[in-house]
């Protein structure tokens, strides 16, 4: 989780001669600093996957989840990448029905989040971990409003309009250096907890760099 902080550095730590055009110029300068804690240790990589009675198929090919109380959808992703040593993930999801402007969007995906007073998990996807052994990790948090509250990096309204048969792709970001997650890997997506109408499983999707 990142909380956003200022600091202000100006006359105590410049970078170039203040007393000239060009280096106030320089000197008047906003650096942006993203740190997570070292990890002291190698971390062990659990391989052993759990069994899973949800809908599971390859990231290309898909899944529809059995879901009886929202609209029949396609998930498939592709390919996932790794940004600034962050994992993302492009989620493709296709409505299976013909409707336009319809109050339903893609809900359910949020069931996994642990309720919290700072953490506004609802209305988003935050609940759809990479599935490394038997652990699930989900998408990094960030402070979105004057309220210091939490919300994954994910689509914050994924419910709002979708259309039956347009795609739409959901961004999914996950923290930084994810055990066992590399380039020219592949990983498993997944969603699901005991009762879930919304589970699924999605694997063999390639890491590029």
């Given at each position: 989780?990142?909380?956003?902080?200022?600091?202000?550095?100006?006359?105590?730590?410049?970078?170039?001669?203040?007393?000239?055009?060009?280096?106030?110029?320089?000197?008047?300068?906003?650096?942006?600093?993203?740190?997570?804690?070292?990890?002291?240790?190698?971390?062990?990589?659990?391989?052993?996957?759990?069994?899973?009675?949800?809908?599971?198929?390859?990231?290309?090919?898909?899944?529809?989840?059995?879901?009886?109380?929202?609209?029949?959808?396609?998930?498939?992703?592709?390919?996932?990448?790794?940004?600034?040593?962050?994992?993302?993930?492009?989620?493709?999801?296709?409505?299976?029905?013909?409707?336009?402007?319809?109050?339903?969007?893609?809900?359910?995906?949020?069931?996994?989040?642990?309720?919290?007073?700072?953490?506004?998990?609802?209305?988003?996807?935050?609940?759809?971990?990479?599935?490394?052994?038997?652990?699930?990790?989900?998408?990094?948090y960030h402070q979105f409003d004057a309220d210091r509250l939490l919300?994954?990096?994910?689509?914050?309204?994924?419910?709002?309009?979708?259309?039956?048969?347009?795609?739409?792709?959901?961004?999914?970001?996950y923290p930084r250096d994810i055990p066992g997650i590399a380039p020219?890997?592949?990983?498993?997506?997944?969603?699901?907890?005991?009762?879930?109408?919304?589970?699924?499983?999605?694997?063999?999707?390639?890491?590029?760099?």
């Open positions: 989780m990142y909380g956003p902080g200022a600091v202000g550095r100006g006359e105590s730590d410049p970078i170039a001669d203040n007393d000239t055009v060009e280096g106030r110029t320089r000197n008047r300068r906003v650096e942006v600093l993203i740190s997570t804690a070292q990890k002291d240790a190698a971390q062990t990589v659990e391989t052993t996957v759990p069994p899973f009675d949800g809908p599971t198929a390859t990231g290309e090919e898909g899944v529809v989840p059995e879901d009886d109380a929202t609209r029949p959808t396609h998930l498939r992703a592709t390919e996932a990448r790794i940004v600034k040593g962050h994992l993302v993930v492009s989620l493709e999801a296709v409505v299976q029905d013909d409707e336009v402007d319809s109050v339903w969007g893609l809900v359910g995906y949020d069931s996994m989040i642990a309720p919290r007073d700072d953490l506004q998990g609802l209305r988003t996807h935050g609940g759809i971990g990479v599935l490394t052994g038997s652990v699930l990790t989900f998408p990094a919300a994954p990096l994910t689509d914050l309204y994924p419910a709002s309009r979708i259309d039956g048969g347009v795609p739409r792709v959901l961004e999914l970001v020219g890997g592949t990983l498993t997506l997944q969603h699901g907890r005991p009762g879930s109408r919304h589970d699924f499983r999605l694997t063999d999707i390639p890491i590029a760099g």
